[in-house]
């Protein structure tokens, strides 16, 4: 697939973790604040201390540097899944993690939270069949294994669709992502359940856990 291609130039690929980073972390900035289409290529050189020519010289296109924000946060969404979901702990103790993880990574990486919750805006089609596949494919595989496995320890019932369960299971996910993320959710969550809610973490976690458990056990 398209999204499988390489998205940096060997030069990018030569520069200094840090400065790799740095450039990085101020591309998704811009894009998550002005979204794709308005995100200014030149802000983003400047911000990161880089020449606009430099930057052509790392990456061939504004779609590849926007492709490769998506990219870095897709390589942390994969490592906290596979930290968690072939473990030989519970179904409730793997949910517990996963919410927990949520809960740290969308306060550590807000800015990337944000620019997910801009990709319902960006008008190319091309470019939104390749976003889709590079952040939900490791989610739907890796969630769609965590249910067939609870089935086959008997904490699931039989008679749900795997698959099914994964996908409503990534929206509760994501919802909660934003929650923490984004101004419009955190104050959603705020009117739902108090002021204080973003203080409750544990509460939060365990009745996501109870939640779940309660509709899908046997």
Same mark, same amino acid.
């Given at each position: ?44 050189a400047e911000k990161a201390g ?61 800015? &990337?939270?944000? #620019?997910?919750?801009? =990709?319902?805006?960006?008008?190319? /089609? $091309?470019?939104? !069949? @390749? ?37 409503? &299971?990534?929206? #509760?996910?994501?919802? =909660?992502?934003?929650?923490?993320? /984004? $101004?419009?959710? !955190? @104050? ?31």
């Amino acid at each position: 697939m398209e999204s499988k291609r390489k998205l940096t130039k060997a030069t990018f690929d030569n520069l200094p973790d840090e400065k790799k980073l740095l450039i990085l972390k101020t591309a998704t900035n811009e894009f998550a604040i002005h979204g794709f289409d308005h995100a200014n290529i030149n802000t983003i050189a400047e911000k990161a201390g880089i020449s606009i020519g430099s930057l052509y010289k790392y990456f061939g296109s504004k779609q590849d540097l926007f492709l490769m924000t998506i990219h870095q946060g897709t390589e942390v969404l994969m490592h906290t899944l596979q930290a968690i979901v072939p473990s030989a702990k519970s179904f409730e103790d793997k949910c517990r993690d996963l919410i927990k993880a949520i809960q740290t990574t969308s306060r550590e990486q807000q800015q &990337l939270i944000r #620019l997910y919750s801009e =990709l319902t805006g960006v008008g190319n /089609s $091309e470019l939104v !069949q @390749q976003l889709s596949y590079e952040i939900e494919a490791i989610s739907a595989s890796m969630y769609t294994a965590l249910i067939k496995n609870g089935q086959d320890t008997g904490e699931i019932r039989l008679d749900i669709e795997p698959a099914m369960a994964a996908f409503l &299971l990534d929206n #509760l996910f994501i919802s =909660l992502q934003f929650s923490y993320a /984004s $101004e419009y959710y !955190q @104050q959603r969550f705020k009117i739902f359940l108090g002021s204080d809610i973003e203080k409750k973490d544990s509460f939060v976690c365990e009745q996501m856990v109870r939640f779940l458990s309660s509709a899908l056990k046997p």
